[in-house]
T-cell receptor, first 112, second 112 residues
Framework: QQQVKQSPQSLIVQKGGISIINCAYE??????FPWYQQFPGKGPALLIA?????SEKKEGRFTISFNKSAKQFSLHIMDSQPGDSATYFC???????????FGRGTQLTVWP | DVKVTQSSRYLVKRTGEKVFLECVQD?????MFWYRQDPGLGLRLIYF???????EKGDIPEGYSVSREKKERFSLILESASTNQTSMYLC???????????FGSGTRLTVV
């Protein structure tokens, strides 16, 4: 059973547009929600993260929106750039030994 | 710069061979993880370890084993490699509560 569901699987956005990736979870014990960015040939790297007591976190062009009651969170990339083309993973931290549960990933392509 | 280093970027092995994938971290992290990454399936946890000589099964442990004799080193062992184990393997480490999750660059294993 997949603990974190991520959509869409792939996303194509024009340069300057807004990219939106959505995730949903069921386990209310999850207490930390990071997003990872992976470029081809590299391992995933932490992009931005949020705790459930905050509804929004912004770092530059990247924003996480968090809806605790709906058990959903999303990544918004404003003014998307070709350099943002990568695979994005959402994740949630379980209470057992700090393990992260990952979504299946979204492959983002930003056209120039 | 903190690092998780995987010993090989590319590996080609024959069916039935015993395969060792090595991972070393220099961050004094308690947790270490092995994932495999396949298109459309995201990051699937094989095994993790929260202390020396301790291990926990992840979601897909069948056909794999692990070894952690020193805090900084975590090995993934394919006892008898099969073609369905052809994949990208990613090692990660983190603090005990799951913060600071850092991935290596991955080992692309091909079993022929």
């Amino acid at each position: 059973q997949q603990q974190v569901k991520q959509s869409p699987q792939s996303l194509i956005v024009q340069k300057g547009g807004i990219s939106i990736i959505n995730c949903a979870y069921e386990n209310t014990a999850f207490d930390y929600f990071p997003w990872y960015q992976q470029f081809p040939g590299k391992g995933p790297a932490l992009l931005i993260a949020i705790r459930p007591d905050v509804s929004e976190k912004k770092e530059g062009r990247f924003t996480i929106s968090f809806n605790k009651s709906a058990k959903q969170f999303s990544l918004h990339i404003m003014d998307s750039q070709p350099g943002d083309s990568a695979t994005y993973f959402c994740a949630a931290r379980g209470s057992t030994l700090g393990r992260l549960y990952f979504g299946r990933g979204t492959q983002l392509t930003v056209w120039p | 710069d903190v690092k998780v280093t995987q010993s090989s970027r590319y590996l080609v092995k024959r069916t039935g061979e015993k395969v060792f994938l090595e991972c070393v971290q220099d961050m004094d992290h308690e947790n270490m993880f092995w994932y495999r990454q396949d298109p459309g399936l995201g990051l699937r946890l094989i095994y993790f370890s929260y202390d020396v000589k301790m291990k926990e099964k992840g979601d897909i442990p069948e056909g794999y084993s692990v070894s952690r004799e020193k805090k900084e080193r975590f090995s993934l062992i394919l006892e008898s490699a099969s073609t369905n184990q052809t994949s990208m393997y990613l090692c990660a480490s983190s603090l005990l509560q799951g913060f600071g999750y850092t991935f290596g660059s991955g080992t692309r294993l091909t079993v022929v």
